[in-house]
């Protein structure tokens, strides 16, 4: 897998006081590719996406492209091309649709907040704003509000405003939480899409099954550390997984 074209973890540690949350973690995503990871309750998955993203410190590092990351707060990798989304949405609820991607695709400088003071308006990007509602399928909702739209429709919102910015990797955590079968099933298909467009994802999720059918390679986690790393079929085999999460009727299966 070539460094620039990847985002690449390596040796990733997060420690909070006493308690080791990350514990060496390794892991690449290449573009056009998704990477699914699973693990227990507590086993670091949502501390990971955190640590890449510049939220929390950690020891390591993080590449984008070939490039460290390293030391940069989040708003600067976000710029570097590397976006999220975050398990509660996040959204603001006296916005529309179309003005909360609008405001994730700002990008805020002590300058620019003068000169929109003047012209306010002055350069709006309607046109990565429109791409990014249309590649999740809410267009036809743009004037709406965040109370006006079921959850799955939330869940996708939370996902245009990570695609705002034109990132080229994103990490979606837990974007699945809460939905039913058939908004789960939509959902798996336009991370499909999207890696399929030259995405690179990073899919954290507690739904197994979801994983499985819409991942290109899986990785487990468990205590903080990985303990698996392959093909969806070699993951539901590995009896090492079965006993850390599926449970042991998977490896029957």
Not at 228 to 247: F, H, N
Request: glycine content about 12%; aromatic content about 4%.
């Amino acid at each position: 897998m070539s460094d620039a074209m990847c985002l690449q973890i390596d040796h990733l540690t997060v420690r909070y006081g006493g308690l080791l949350a990350n514990d060496r973690v390794s892991l690449a995503v290449a573009a056009g590719e998704v990477v699914g990871l699973i693990g227990p309750n507590g086993a670091g998955k949502s501390t990971l996406v955190d640590a890449v993203c510049g939220f929390v410190p950690y020891h390591g590092g993080v590449s984008l492209r070939g490039r460290s990351v390293d030391g940069l707060p989040p708003h600067r990798r976000s710029r570097a091309g590397l976006s999220r989304t975050w398990q509660s949405v996040e959204l603001f609820t006296d916005l529309t649709v179309r003005a909360n991607v609008e405001v994730a695709d700002r990008i805020v400088t002590p300058g620019s907040f003068l000169a929109d003071a003047f012209r306010p308006g002055r350069h709006r990007r309607q046109d990565r704003v429109d791409a990014a509602l249309d590649a999740v399928g809410l267009t036809d909702v743009a004037g709406c509000y965040p109370r006006e739209l079921s959850l799955g429709q939330r869940k996708r919102l939370g996902v245009a405003r990570a695609l705002a910015g034109t990132p080229g990797f994103v990490l979606l955590d837990e974007p699945a939480a809460g939905l039913d079968t058939a908004e789960r099933d939509s959902f798996g298909s336009l991370v499909r899409v999207l890696a399929d467009a030259g995405l690179g994802v990073l899919l954290i999720e507690h739904d197994v099954d979801l994983v499985l059918r819409v991942c290109d390679r899986v990785a487990v986690l468990d205590f903080g550390r990985i303990i698996a790393d392959g093909s969806p079929a070699e993951i539901r085999c590995d009896q090492r997984v079965a006993a850390a999460y599926l449970g042991t009727a998977a490896v029957t299966q």
